[in-house]
């Protein structure tokens, strides 16, 4: 993985933490069976079921999310709030992901924005 990977990947976790803390407990274990189910439907691996019991926090979630999924946990993410009626979450994770995907570019451009735009 090199550096942008790294960065990328980076980004998506923040992204997907920033949205998830703004559930509660019993709407984050909703997330998790619905994320199974939304996982099926776009014939994504599945993540194990022991893990997502064991995944009580938003921060073990997206670190398994991101780690199994990458990039596509965005889209999952946005799949399964729009299940659960919060489309207040989802237009804060597309507009949070659209200023990240904006500083990612100027970071592609201009080695020293790197730096700068590394610590969000």
């Known amino acids: 993985m090199n550096f942008f ?6 980004a ?3 992204t997907l ?3 998830l803390s703004h559930l509660n407990y ?8 619905l994320l199974q189910f939304t996982c099926y439907q776009r014939s ?14 938003a921060d073990l979630l997206v670190d398994l999310m991101v780690g199994s999924h990458g990039q596509q946990s965005v889209e999952v993410t946005k799949d399964v709030l ?6 207040d979450l989802v237009q804060l994770l597309e ?12 970071i592609k451009h201009n080695m020293c924005l790197e730096i700068k735009f590394s610590v969000w």
Do not use: I
Request: glycine share 2%; no cysteine; net charge positive.
């Open 26 to 33: 019993w709407e984050l274990v909703k997330f998790r069976w």
């Open 82 to 87: 729009v299940d659960m009626n919060r489309t």
């Open 12 to 14: 998506v976790k923040k």
């Open 44 to 57: 994504l691996p599945q993540l194990s079921s022991f893990l997502l019991y064991w995944t009580d926090t």
């Open 17 to 19: 933490l920033e949205t």
């Open 5 to 10: 990977q790294a960065a990328e990947k980076a």
């Open 95 to 106: 507009t949070s992901f659209k200023l990240k995907g904006k500083t990612k570019t100027l």
